[in-house]
């Protein structure tokens, strides 16, 4: 439960800039996600009706609970951009204190504010007596290696009413690099009674079940291994309750691509759209054979339908191509999809183990 929202599963889709916009948001909760913020906008209501912001607050289309996820470093200015948010629809806010953005920590906001436990004391304060919603924090395990203040941020959160955490398992100094502490999410979950969701290089199914035992958080945050993947919410959420969830098929992931691109259009308009759909398209195709030849046409465009005219091209030969190759397997023969999964828990289990160990030697720390 999140207030009095009661989540569809244990799998959220985190926050992400230039990314989580009303489009992306609705395919990840169409796949299972069962919370899906916006992407972060900044406390300084003034800048909400610029040509950037506007559809960073869309929410007409978006599933309850409706997120929106506030940075700031003034308790009042963040008081106030909750109220706004509020008033244009959102039913959860959430605090960003984990952005580790140069141009987003000068301005002492995201997580430069674990530095001061008093400022995140008050803004905690004035945002969470500010509105009658749900306030959720997403926050990291502290500012650097030296000053891991992770529980502690938690325990201040918890008591001032915050009703549920995301906590990213590195420090603000660390960025994306290094191992996650995910002992340091478990020393947190222990700490406190309000929902906790582990996030940080989560890429498969069975690392999220690993993830979760180890922690014993209430649930996983996926954040940049959805792009290009919507649909992973559903194989983690499928392998999580022990349903075997096929892959999508080429011809479904054409369609779904299909309409996402669409989506962006109608969002953005024209021009706009089609340059956000770019990296989509960009991250669709990974791995993909001739991928690198569709991309120099699909990129370079200049008008929608051209963009999916191209796209559609592409993958209906995928699907051709795919469809032929499947012909010639044996229906049944080992080695599928769940099968895989569960093969690769136990490794995934020894690589968490080996992350702890690194992550003691380096800190000196010993397991509690």
């Known amino acids: 439960m999140l207030g009095p929202y009661e989540l569809t599963g244990p799998v959220a889709l985190a926050p992400m800039a230039g990314i989580t916009d009303a489009p992306f948001r609705l395919l990840c909760r169409r796949f299972g996600a069962s919370i899906a913020a916006t992407e972060m906008v900044i406390a300084d209501t003034q800048l909400w009706t610029s040509r950037k912001s506007r ?172 792009q290009g993947q919507p649909w992973i919410f559903q194989e983690v959420a499928g392998f999580l309750q022990k349903k075997c969830v096929q892959p999508l098929s080429i011809r479904a992931r054409r369609d779904i691509i299909l309409a996402h691109l669409e989506s962006m259009y109608e969002l953005y308009g024209e021009y706009r759209g089609i340059r956000v759909a770019r990296k989509h398209l960009g991250w669709y195709c990974q791995h993909l054979a001739g991928a690198k030849e569709f991309l120099s046409l699909a990129l370079r465009v200049e008008c929608s339908s051209e963009q999916i005219k191209i796209t559609k091209k592409f993958f209906d030969r995928l699907c051709i191509d795919t469809e032929a190759t499947e012909k010639h397997l044996t229906p049944g023969e080992p080695g599928t999809w769940c099968e895989q999964q569960e093969k690769r828990q136990p490794q995934n289990r020894q690589n968490l183990q080996n992350r702890h160990r690194l992550f003691r030697s380096e800190t000196g720390r010993s397991e509690t």
């Open 55 to 226: 559809p960073r607050l869309y929410l007409a289309d978006d599933p309850e609970p409706r997120v929106v996820q506030i940075a700031g470093s003034e308790p009042r200015q963040m008081a106030a951009a909750a109220r706004a948010a509020i008033d244009q629809g959102a039913q959860v806010i959430d605090i960003n204190m984990g952005c580790p953005a140069k141009k987003v920590c000068r301005k002492l906001a995201g997580s430069a504010l674990l530095k001061n436990e008093q400022q995140v004391e008050n803004i905690l304060h004035a945002v969470v007596s500010a509105v009658d919603a749900p306030v959720t924090l997403k926050m990291r395990t502290g500012w650097d290696p030296g000053n891991r203040n992770g529980v502690r941020i938690a325990k201040l959160a918890e008591s001032i009413g915050i009703r549920g955490l995301a906590v990213h398992g590195r420090t603000r100094a660390c960025k994306f690099r290094g191992p996650v502490e995910y002992e340091t999410i478990r020393n947190i979950k222990s700490e406190v009674g309000i929902p906790v969701f582990a996030n940080g290089d989560i890429v498969t199914p069975a690392q999220a079940r690993s993830v979760l035992d180890f922690t014993r958080a209430d649930g996983v945050m996926l954040g940049r291994v959805a």
